[in-house]
């Protein structure tokens, strides 16, 4: 097996969901013959702006049997020659298509191919038609709830491309232990998001809530679960850090801490999981630990929190400093691919299933078909690809980086400027990349 991946949150989502997919026996059950090995899993990390960092791989806690940071056009020589049975692409959706093009390409003459798969790391709040579109083409395209599914395969029947490739799973970073009752202390966690909410203005609102919940509440363990350090990247970019906003806060309560590390080992100590609209939401959902989304910012499509609306989950700060604790709607959480009724073993076994009918095919794989082509897209499928140096037809474009050697100090530089003028606009950084590049 192999996975392509972007991110920290999609490489976890990308090497979860491949180890949970591969045919036999599942990850939480053995087979007659009692616990099997797990298959050979390769991971490749696109190169770009959130490559993950090794700490950042480190946290995740996913290991691979090899991994190796790539450019798409690299990721694609090497597919050309690799085999494998299975291949996820844990991208995002302009990233997905790009590679099923080039892929089609390069497996044109092949029918052993691999079977590619695809998907979303979490909650799907946003960009709906957008990003199922940019995905169709791979064999399987997982929906994490039944929910979802059913939105995916709508929005495909929609357009008039073929739905069959959706496949109801779960998400694959489920588990842990249900919560045990009260810790001493009573730990309350926010899951802190790096874009949601983006204002200075909301951001500073929800620590200053979190703080003053701590000094109400000296009796309570309150932590801040952050994603990153100062200087990492995530999926998504961070421009005003709670690492930063705290300093402005002076000195903090004795009770109040920041916290890193594994989701799924903080919430082993957690007694109410606070965010505002964090897949954590859902890891703790699963296993029955207190949830709220919260409501101070407004319920918004904007904000993502929307999404929790008949969840029994949102709730204000004034809720929380009054002690409120929720109590979650089992309908709704049964909807979502929570699993929390103990179902969670099983949630793979249509994907499993599917699969292995594929690798099974006397005729081998069919050509990756994806619905986006020069024909139907053509003011929006070109410039998708030449953001990962690929033309129309799918082919590396000339001078397209082939190579994923070390860059130079000045490439290294160029690099760190290019970033920059990501975050903080590219009119100031520009010139700057200029001057670089004539280096």
Known sequence: MAVLADSDTRWKWGALTARRIAPGASMETAGDDGPQVPPTLDG????GRATPTARQLAEVGVPADSLREVTAVEFLRIMARESYDILVLSLVGGGVQAMLHGLGRVWA???DRPVVV?????VVYEKLADGLLLRHGADLVLANSRQDADRFRAVYEGVGADPSAVTEVALPFLGGAPHPGDHDPYTVVFAAQPSVPDSRRDRTYLLERLIRHARTHPDRRVLLKLRSRPGEHTTHIEELPYQKLAQRFGELPANFEL???NMGEVLDRTDLLVTISSTAALESLHRRIPTVVLTDLGVRETLGNHHFVGSGCLASWDQLDARHRPTANEDWVSRQGVCADGSYPRAFDAARERITKLL??????APLAPYYTPATAPGYLPGILARHHLGPDGTPLPGAPAHDKDPGP?????????RGAYRHGVQRVAPVIRRMGEL
Do not use: F, K, N, S
Request: glycine letters at 20%; charged letters at 25%.
């Open 44 to 47: 490749y990390l696109l190169r």
């Open 109 to 111: 003459d092949r029918r």
């Open 118 to 122: 695809t998907g979303y790391v979490g």
């Open 259 to 261: 916290v890193y590390g």
């Open 360 to 365: 099974g095919h006397p005729g081998g794989l």
């Open 410 to 418: 000045v490439r290294q530089i160029v690099r760190r400027a290019a």
